[in-house]
């Protein structure tokens, strides 16, 4: 089992949403508060790139091509975090990776149609 998993893609029309979630079940809760978390995503033809970090007290970072539309979070209490993804676009189409340190998901496939 890996460590981080993620769940929650899919197929979505222009401007519709979706909710990516990334848990860490076998993670110790003390280790997997230590660090910052991110969600990356490689879109089609493109290497992995970052699209939002979340610290260890909640500061957020987004890419410029996600502010306003996506919204990280987390929940130290469930070793859980977030990506609110909403007003998307055929451009976010991807898959979207869970990430701390060295440690990566197995990632979620989003697909947006125009």
């Known amino acids: 089992q890996a460590q981080l998993m993620e769940s929650g893609g899919g197929l979505v029309q222009a401007g519709g949403s979706l909710r990516l979630t990334c848990k860490a079940p076998?993670?110790?809760?003390?280790?997997?508060?230590?660090?910052?978390l991110n969600w990356y995503r490689q879109t089609p033809g493109h290497e992995r790139e970052f699209v939002a970090s979340v610290s260890r007290t909640g500061t957020t970072n987004y890419a410029d091509s996600v502010k306003g539309r996506f919204t990280i979070s987390r929940d130290n209490a469930r070793k859980m975090i977030a990506l609110q993804m909403n007003g998307l676009k055929p451009e976010d189409t991807g898959v979207y990776y869970c990430?701390?340190?060295?440690?990566w998901g197995q990632g979620t496939q989003v697909t947006v149609s125009s």
């Open positions: 990430n701390k340190n060295t440690i």
């Open positions: 076998r993670m110790i809760t003390s280790v997997f508060n230590a660090d910052v």
